[in-house]
C-alpha cells in the first residue's frame, strides 16, 4: 500500500510540474483498485450490459476533468477522491439501467437501495463459506439466508467498510478518507460489524477477522 502511495505522490507531483504524461499515468495507476471497486457494486441484473470497465473508464475521464481543482484544494487524499467519483457513476449506471427502480429512490421490495441490494450480495460471496458436500450445500443456503440478514441489518457505513477492506483491499486509513470518519472509528466499527456476523462464518475457510 505505501509504494502505491509513494507512486502517486510522485506522479501527483509530475502533475503539478507539468509533465503531460503524468497524468493519464497517475489515473492509470488505479484503473484496476476501481475496477475491483465497481464490480462490488453493480447490481447483478447489469451483468450482461454493463462492463465495470467502462463505468471506470467515465470516472477517469470525469476525474482527468476535475484533477486541476482536486489538486489546487486537495480534499481529501487521491484514491479515496477517485473512489467517490467511481461511485457517483455507478449510481448513475443503476439509474439509467434500472428506471423507475432507481428514480423511486432505489428501493429494493426488502427496502434496501438498489447499490446496497447489490453491495450485499457480492458481500456475501466474499463472506459464505465453501461448501462442497450435498449436506453442506442444503446447509448453505440456510445459511445464505441468514447471512443476507444479517448483513442488511448492519448499517450501510458498516457494510461499507466490510466491502472496502475485503473486497477491495482498502487500508483502513483510505476507507475513514472515503467516509470521512477517523482510522480509529474504522477500525471499531469493522470489529463490531465482524462480531455481529461471526457466529454465521467459517473463519478457517474465509480468512475474515485473520
Request: hydrophobic share 40%.
Amino acid at each position: 500500500m505505501a509504494i502505491r502511495d509513494e507512486e502517486t505522490d510522485l506522479l501527483i507531483a509530475r502533475v503539478e510540474a507539468g509533465d503531460p504524461r503524468a497524468r493519464e499515468e497517475l489515473l492509470a495507476l488505479h484503473r484496476h483498485r476501481l475496477r475491483r471497486m465497481v464490480a462490488a457494486r453493480l447490481d447483478d441484473r447489469l451483468a450482461a450490459r454493463v462492463d465495470p470497465s467502462d463505468v471506470v473508464q467515465d470516472a477517469l475521464l470525469l476525474a482527468s476533468s476535475r484533477l486541476d481543482t482536486f489538486l489546487r484544494d486537495r480534499p481529501l487524499p487521491f484514491y479515496p477522491w477517485l473512489h467517490r467519483l467511481a461511485t457517483e457513476k455507478v449510481m448513475q449506471v443503476h439509474r439509467h439501467h434500472l428506471g423507475t427502480q432507481s428514480r423511486a429512490v432505489g428501493r429494493e421490495t426488502n427496502g434496501l437501495a438498489i447499490s446496497e441490494r447489490a453491495t450485499i450480495g457480492h458481500l456475501f460471496e466474499f463472506l459464505a463459506t465453501s461448501q462442497t458436500s450435498p449436506s453442506q450445500r442444503a446447509s448453505r443456503v440456510e445459511q445464505k439466508s441468514r447471512i443476507h440478514e444479517s448483513l442488511a441489518l448492519l448499517s450501510k457505513t458498516d457494510r461499507e467498510i466490510l466491502v472496502m477492506h475485503y473486497l477491495e483491499d482498502l487500508a483502513f486509513g483510505e476507507i475513514a478518507a472515503v467516509l470521512g470518519i477517523t482510522p480509529g472509528a474504522a477500525k471499531v466499527r469493522h470489529f463490531r460489524a465482524l462480531e455481529r456476523l461471526r457466529p454465521l462464518l467459517d473463519e478457517d475457510s474465509t480468512g475474515v477477522g485473520q
